[in-house]
């Protein structure tokens, strides 16, 4: 049985090479560095790791950036993004990129680019495990961690503006005696930074909204004006940028392609951990795969697995 399978999957990959050719991974990453915390491991890679993934694409597959034609690859694409706009994309990223002469795209949340204020997931992170077993919301109930994850506080707090989350935070830091400072490992890009980036030839800027918001709560005017924010505050700051968004949570509803289409954006990036094709690009909807912290045979299996 397993053999059959094998082989229907292999005739099913050949017949989808033979319609819609070699696919194109397009990968997500967050940070590179080397820490990691908890819930929040997923969103970071070590630079070791990093290195080494980037010498597999080298190797063995054709890396384009993400403005690049998908037709005719002889190999299968990989395209390089990051979300958010962490310092650490250009503090250890960057030169690892430059080393191996390889571009990416950053998708950034511009809310919290030049504050030197820690996105708000790696705030709530800190709080939640200075608590013990159990801690006080805001709202004056006790719940014990046990059956009140990290995922759930987080899923809540998402959904708040910015000026709502700061307020959340100070109750939440006050009545369970958390003293939190914003710490440099976590900032965001400066404003100089990001600049420098942009001007990079290797690097391309693209949008990820403003508010990092999910858009799958947010009505057609809300998901408008917060994308509205982000491309205007890139153009306030003097951002060269591409017209590609990419979800804050890979979160949309039936007006995301809408929106989209109305402020004349190329492409919409999601988050669902499938491959991509030509048809995509054509389509304005791109898959997208998140990028964990392997390599070696690992991080061949992973890749091996959505090379459709």
């Known amino acids: 049985m397993k053999g059959l399978k ?7 990959k050949i017949k989808n090479r033979l319609t819609n050719g070699r696919p194109v991974l397009v990968l997500m990453y967050h940070r590179v560095n080397d820490f990691s915390q908890g819930n929040l491991s997923h969103l970071t890679v070590s630079t070791a790791d990093f290195e080494k993934q980037l010498q597999l694409f080298q190797k063995k597959y054709k890396v384009l950036g993400i403005n690049e034609e998908w037709t005719d690859l ?8 990051f979300d958010d706009g962490y310092a650490d994309n250009l503090l250890n990223a960057l030169p690892i990129l430059e080393k191996y002469n390889l571009p990416a795209t950053i998708f950034v ?13 790696d705030r709530l992170h800190f709080d939640y495990y200075a608590c ?10 006790v719940v014990k961690k046990e059956t009140y994850s990290y995922n759930k506080l987080s899923g809540s707090l998402s959904l708040l503006t910015k000026t709502e989350k700061e307020i959340w935070f100070k109750n939440f830091e006050e009545i369970n005696q958390i003293a939190f400072s ?3 490992e976590n900032y965001p890009l400066s404003i100089s930074q990001l600049k ?18 999910p858009f799958s709560n947010l009505s057609f005017e809300e998901q408008k004006e917060d994308l509205q924010l982000n491309i205007a505050t890139l153009d306030d700051f003097g951002i060269k940028f591409t017209p590609i968004f990419a979800l804050p949570h890979g979160a949309y509803n039936h007006n995301t392609q809408n929106v989209a289409n109305e402020l004349n954006l190329k492409s919409v990036l999601l988050a669902n951990n499938y491959y991509s094709n030509h048809q995509n690009k054509k389509s304005k909807k791109i898959n997208r795969i998140l990028m964990p912290s392997i390599s070696g045979k690992k991080l061949l299996n992973y890749l091996n697995y959505f090379d459709f």
């Open 6 to 12: 094998k082989i229907y999957f292999q005739l099913l």
């Open 74 to 81: 002889k190999k299968t694409g990989i395209v390089i993004t």
């Open 109 to 121: 949340a511009t809310e919290n680019i030049g504050t030197n204020e820690e996105f708000w997931w």
């Open 132 to 141: 013990a077993t159990s801690f006080l919301l805001p709202e004056g109930d």
């Open 182 to 184: 914003h710490r440099p």
């Open 196 to 213: 420098m980036l942009s001007e990079h030839p290797l690097i391309t800027i693209g949008l990820h909204s403003h508010s990092h918001r």
